[in-house]
Structure formats: structure tokens, C-alpha cells
């Protein structure tokens, strides 16, 4: 068997620190998605792939944006919160 380092040893530190601004960025990409489906929602779209009429592009921008803060905040309280003390570990 091969005996290879891990990614942790290779770089010298957790790649942790980059998938949660990682997860960050991918939260607001989905949120600009979504405000940006509500706020072309009226607009003539050209010969695109899939064309929507104006009330699913702003069906498929609410679901965008709540998946997007759904994404945020669990992100943040997965990588960025403070884990409280807890008396178990006596």
C-alpha cells in the first residue's frame, strides 16, 4: 500500500479553512441568484435555453433566496460559532 501524506500534512494546515468561506460564498451566490430572478422577472428574456414566464422566475428567485439563507446561517453556525462550554467533559 501506498504510504501518501494526507492533505492536512501536504499543506500544513485544515482545508476546513476554506470550505467554510467556501460554503459562505456559495450562500451568497444562490441569495444574488434569487434577487436577481425577482428583479428581471418582468424583463423580455431572449432565446435562452429554458425560458420562464415572469411568475416561475419569481417562484424559482424565492426559492433561491430562502435556500440561500438557509445555507448562510447554517454555515455560520457550522464553521464560524463559538461551541459553549459544556460541564460533560469533567
Given at each position: 500500500m501506498l504510504n501518501l501524506p494526507t492533505t492536512e500534512e501536504r499543506l500544513g494546515k485544515s482545508p476546513q479553512r476554506l470550505v467554510r468561506y467556501f460554503v459562505l460564498a456559495?450562500?451568497?451566490v444562490y441569495l444574488g441568484l434569487g434577487v436577481w430572478l425577482w428583479w428581471t422577472a418582468d424583463?423580455?428574456?431572449?432565446?435562452?435555453?429554458?425560458t420562464l414566464g415572469p411568475t416561475a422566475r419569481r417562484v424559482l428567485g424565492s426559492v433561491f433566496v430562502l435556500y440561500g439563507l438557509l445555507r448562510f446561517f447554517r454555515?455560520?453556525?457550522?464553521?464560524?460559532?463559538?461551541?459553549?462550554?459544556?460541564?460533560?467533559?469533567?
Amino acid at each position: 500500500m501506498l504510504n501518501l501524506p494526507t492533505t492536512e500534512e501536504r499543506l500544513g494546515k485544515s482545508p476546513q479553512r476554506l470550505v467554510r468561506y467556501f460554503v459562505l460564498a456559495m450562500a451568497l451566490v444562490y441569495l444574488g441568484l434569487g434577487v436577481w430572478l425577482w428583479w428581471t422577472a418582468d424583463t423580455a428574456t431572449g432565446g435562452g435555453i429554458i425560458t420562464l414566464g415572469p411568475t416561475a422566475r419569481r417562484v424559482l428567485g424565492s426559492v433561491f433566496v430562502l435556500y440561500g439563507l438557509l445555507r448562510f446561517f447554517r454555515g455560520y453556525q457550522t464553521y464560524f460559532r463559538k461551541k459553549p462550554f459544556s460541564d460533560d467533559n469533567e
